[in-house]
Each structure stands twice: as C-alpha cells, then as structure tokens.
C-alpha cells in the first residue's frame, strides 16, 4: 500500500521567499506530525494534528511557520520570508488512532535557503 | 525541560560485531520509548517499549528499557553492512502527543 509522501523532495529557495512543502499521510491516519532535521541533529517537532482537533503548534520556532491540515488528510507546512537557518530536512509523519504509537515517516522535504 | 541523549554519537565497527546503543531520558510523565532506524531520509519503526525488563527481539536486534534508571539500550549483534544507518531514540509522555528524539548515534559497519 502507498506510505507517506511528501513533496517537493528538495526545495532550493532565496532567502526572503515563502515555501509551502506538502504531506500526503497514510488513508485513515488520524495523526499526522511534522519535524525539522538539521544537519546531525535529531528530530525537532514542529506541530501535530489529531483528527478535528485542534493542532499541537508548541514546536513552531518562529510565527513564520504555519501548517495545516486539510480534511483530515493532507497538510502543507508553510514557511515565510525564508532564512538561512531555516534550511533543513522536514519531515512528515502519520500514525493510526490507538494505543500503537508507531509512526510512519514520509521521505521528507530537503529544503535548502541560498 | 524533557530531553532525550544518545551515545555514543557515532561508532564505526566491523562485520560481525556486536554493538549496544544508549538512550537516556528525563521526560515527565514517561508513557513509552521507541527506536528507529534511519538510513537516508525517512526513519523506520524498529521497537516500542512501555514496561521496563522486557526485552523486545527482532532478528540481530534487541532492545530493554529500565524504567528505574530510566534508559533503554538497542543491542545489535553480528552487525552487517545493511546496519549502517542512524539509529533514533523517541520518548513519548502521557501529558501530549510530542515525541521527544535523541540526536542519534551513526552507526558504521566496515567490511
């Protein structure tokens, strides 16, 4: 079955424009997470969306990202006015409802910002 | 603050060693510990694990968390090429819904 996609898979963009990347989550995920990945680093969350509720944004670095999830399904993260330091891997993830905390991950976004 | 450490942060060894990974955690509220495996871009599920001295066993790979100490380790035995990869450590609590990752611990094995 189709896992998680997401797309662009590499994003080059000047500093000072906006990006919008795109998830496409498993069919009937109810959760669906987004993460930044910096070069050795770990997985920085960003925000995470449950069914109709309303989103988890405590990760968002800055009130330059914002994310949303349309129809329960698919989600754009959006980033303004780019900065360097925004470069980074993103990731997406979606998970099923239960008590099965197993995430599956999209093969992410490479965003680079010249 | 919630964190998850790692180590060590990377290792190289050679086919047919056995390595063990370290993940150490302070999070409040501690609901269950996950590792993956991340050999390009997208982290793959290895283990999920809620109670402390059952060991999860897949293959080469094994995993034990103490919930006491409050650390996990990820045992790999007779490592293969195809174990080359950055493995991540997850927590997740039962306050939210963040799971909180480790920077990883890069795994080389060497021919």
């Known amino acids: 079955g189709a896992g998680v996609s997401q797309s662009p898979s590499n994003k080059v963009t000047e500093k000072g424009k906006d990006v919008e990347l795109r998830c496409d989550p498993i069919?009937?995920?109810?959760?669906l997470y987004w993460y930044r990945q910096s070069l050795g680093q770990g997985l920085e969350f960003l925000i995470y969306?449950?069914?109709?509720?309303?989103?988890?944004k405590s990760g968002l670095p800055s009130d330059r990202f914002s994310a949303e999830r349309t129809g329960g399904s698919v989600s754009t993260l959006t980033i303004q006015r780019t900065q360097q330091e925004d470069s980074a891997v993103y990731l997406c993830?979606?998970?099923?409802?239960?008590?099965?905390?197993?995430?599956?991950f999209g093969p992410g976004t490479r965003l680079t910002v010249t | 603050e919630d964190k998850v450490v790692q180590s060590p942060l990377s290792l190289v060894v050679h086919e047919g060693d056995t390595v063990t990974l370290n993940c150490s955690y302070e999070v409040t509220n501690f609901r269950s510990l996950l590792w993956y495996k991340q050999e390009k871009k997208a982290p793959t599920f290895l283990f999920m694990l809620t109670s402390s001295g059952i060991e999860k066993k897949s293959g080469r790979l094994s995993s034990i968390l103490d919930k006491k100490e409050l650390f996990s380790i990820l045992n790999i035995t007779a490592t293969q090429t195809g174990d080359s990869a950055v493995y991540l450590c997850?927590?997740?609590?039962?306050?939210?819904?963040?799971?909180?990752f480790g920077t990883g611990t890069s795994l080389t094995v060497i021919p």
């Open positions: 997850a927590v997740i609590s039962n306050t939210g819904n963040q799971f909180y």
């Open positions: 993830a979606s998970m099923p409802s239960g008590a099965n905390y197993e995430q599956y």
């Open positions: 969306f449950q069914g109709n509720s309303a989103p988890d």
């Open positions: 069919s009937g995920h109810t959760a």
